[in-house]
């Protein structure tokens, strides 16, 4: 089996991950994450991914890296982290009564061969109309700063919505699991016959064994 390594720097991606139970390490990557003039959202996604990945791959040497990234998109308008209190107020605002929709790219990489698989899935979720008030009482208590979007959809942000479309649903936490468990059985980490390990997740220097 070869091992997992996790590229990111997100707590979801890395809860997500630790849901499978198999030993994994993670790395923070530290690259570029500026689009480039004219790219489009999917593309974006999915270079970040990659590049994410071979960042991760190349101090690891070994294992099977995996990248995300994630955009946010409001009708033509793509919304980063809020940053701020005033941003996330601002934002929700904007996406009461409407879709939300998100795109997130996903690449694994075998640092050994270089072979890599990427791909972008999407997500929406359709917010209820909300009141100035609620919106201020969500952001007061979420502090959504860095999350695309403004909300964190694992806890309070469920309260938002008015409905939700897509294929898979982890997908808005950031990292989708049933495409990645397809690409991690495509090379060869078929994670259903993986040796289990309820502590899964270490952080960068020694995985769990």
């Known amino acids: 089996m070869h091992r ?40 974006l996604v999915r270079r970040l991914s990659e590049q994410k990945a071979l960042a991760v791959a190349a101090r690891v040497g070994t294992g099977l890296v995996i990248g995300s990234d994630q955009v946010a998109l409001l009708g033509d308008s793509v919304l980063g982290k809020p940053g701020n209190h005033a941003n996330n107020v601002a934002q929700i605002a904007m996406a009461s009564g409407r879709w939300l929709e ?11 061969s270089g072979r ?50 897509g294929e898979d649903p982890t997908a808005l936490l950031g990292l989708p699991m049933i495409r990645l468990c397809a690409m991690l059985r495509s090379a060869g980490h078929d994670v259903l016959h993986a040796p289990g390990d309820s502590f899964a997740g270490a952080s960068a220097g020694t995985p769990h064994t």
């Open 4 to 43: 997992l390594v996790l590229g990111s720097r997100s707590l979801s991606r890395r809860n997500l991950l630790q849901g499978l139970s198999i030993p994994f390490l993670v790395v923070h990557p530290d690259i570029d994450e500026s689009p480039f003039e004219g790219e489009t959202p999917n593309a």
């Open 116 to 165: 890599i698989e990427s791909d972008v899935i999407p997500f929406a979720v359709k917010f209820r109309p909300l009141t100035a008030t609620e919106i201020e009482s969500y952001v007061s208590r979420e502090r959504a700063y860095d999350c695309a979007g403004g909300f964190r959809a694992e806890r309070l942000g469920s309260a938002l919505f008015e409905r939700m479309h």
């Open 102 to 112: 998100f795109r997130t790219g996903i690449a694994v990489l075998d640092a050994a």
